[in-house]
Nanobody, 124 residues
Framework: QVSLVESGGGLVQAGGSLRVSCAASGRTFSSYTMGWFRQAPGKEREFVAAISRNGVSTYHADSVKGRFTISRDNAKNTAYLQMNSLKPEDTAVYYC?????????????????WGQGTQVTVSS
């Protein structure tokens, strides 16, 4: 089992940058595929990005490709989401999630463990 805690959210102007972090504790962090999801008010939770256990492979949603970058530091038990060129439509609660074994990185159903979320608000 693993516990996840997000941090680094906040208020930023459009065009700005923010990095959110996900600190893990418990079972070996490097044994999990990590994902980031977000949920805006009144909308479904949506996939943002995911990264393989060793950090070599990543996948980003089309809506954030070229602007957001997922990474991880297994020595620090932490995953990151660097967000650049932020837009008002990026406003949401951002969640990190961990999966023991997963085939579809974009599906929230494959992730067993979730953090509590961190709010990101982008003003226009």
């Amino acid at each position: 089992q693993v516990s996840l805690v997000e941090s680094g959210g906040g208020l930023v102007q459009a065009g700005g940058s923010l990095r959110v972090s996900c600190a893990a504790s418990g079972r070996t962090f490097s044994s999990y595929t990590m994902g980031w999801f977000r949920q805006a008010p009144g909308k479904e939770r949506e996939f943002v990005a995911a990264i393989s256990r060793n950090g070599v492979s990543t996948y980003h949603a089309d809506s954030v490709k070229g602007r957001f970058t997922i990474s991880r530091d297994n020595a620090k038990n932490t995953a990151y989401l660097q967000m650049n060129s932020l837009k008002p439509e990026d406003t949401a609660v951002y969640y990190c999630a961990a999966a023991d074994s997963i085939t579809d990185w974009t599906s929230s159903y494959g992730y067993k463990y979730w953090g509590q979320g961190t709010q990101v608000t982008v003003s226009s």
